[in-house]
T-cell receptor, first 114, second 113 residues
Framework: GDSVTQMEGPVTLSEEAFLTINCTYTATGYPSLFWYVQYPGEGLQLLLKATKADDKGSNKGFEATYRKETTSFHLEKGSVQVSDSAVYFC?????????????FGQGTTLQVKP | ETGVTQTPRHLVMGMTNKKSLKCEQH?????MYWYKQSAKKPLELMFVYSLEERVENNSVPSRFSPECPNSSHLFLHLHTLQPEDSALYLC????????????FGPGTRLTVL
């Protein structure tokens, strides 16, 4: 079945450092890919998405490019802030009939220190 | 209210209690989902409702009983839970079309004593 694999955390960075969180997937068909973020005590928020190969999703300085040839969707940010500390989830959509479900990675915790 | 709301935000219950979690979406979506998030485990999809019909039940124990009376509301009825059921329960909604993303509520933090 479809699956998503993320790099293990926690990832600890200093403020203004460059961030990469790796995500690879296996899927039949052509799923959409997503990054969600979960701040402490909150639910998941959509950070960005890409719906087809070579699409780049971007939001709040974060970017990820849908790479079909490497089945990857790595999350990057050029300069992280303390407020970016959260858990980040990579996910793909798995559509059966007229209903979709999300397949999530295990999440990667990011800690940014001042 | 906007987005997806969940009540209560926190719930403590004994193993013999009966309680219900409520989810409401204000986005005009027609699919709703229940997820369980436990510490150090991936998000687990529990139930999917599409156009008010249950279309998926991922081998969830019968002590969890979902109800979807209309496209805006989703309930999770709980009875005779176990301590290992303690977790964050997340509700989400989406549009049943194309490749639309899911929108999540803030979750209910459940503790079973």
């Amino acid at each position: 079945g479809d699956s998503v694999t993320q790099m293990e955390g926690p990832v600890t960075l200093s403020e203004e450092a460059f961030l990469t969180i790796n995500c690879t997937y296996t899927a039949t068909g052509y799923p959409s890919l997503f990054w969600y973020v979960q701040y402490p005590g909150e639910g998941l928020q959509l950070l960005l998405k890409a719906t087809k190969a070579d699409d780049k999703g971007s939001n709040k300085g974060f970017e990820a490019t849908y790479r079909k040839e490497t089945t990857s969707f790595h999350l990057e940010k050029g300069s992280v802030q303390v407020s970016d500390s959260a858990v980040y989830f990579c996910a793909l959509s798995d559509w059966t009939g007229n209903t979709g479900k999300l397949i999530f990675g295990q999440g990667t915790t990011l800690q940014v220190k001042p | 209210e906007t987005g997806v709301t969940q009540t209560p935000r926190h719930l403590v219950m004994g193993m013999t209690n009966k309680k219900s979690l409520k989810c409401e979406q204000h986005l005009g979506h027609n699919a709703m989902y229940w997820y369980k998030q436990s510490a150090k485990k991936p998000l687990e999809l529990m139930f999917v409702y599409s156009l008010e019909e249950r279309v998926e039940n991922n081998s969830v124990p019968s002590r969890f009983s979902p109800e979807c009376p209309n496209s805006s509301h989703l309930f999770l009825h709980l009875h005779t839970l176990q301590p290992e059921d303690s977790a964050l329960y997340l509700c989400a909604s989406s549009q049943v079309r194309g490749r639309d993303e899911q929108f999540f509520g803030p979750g209910t933090r459940l503790t079973v004593l």
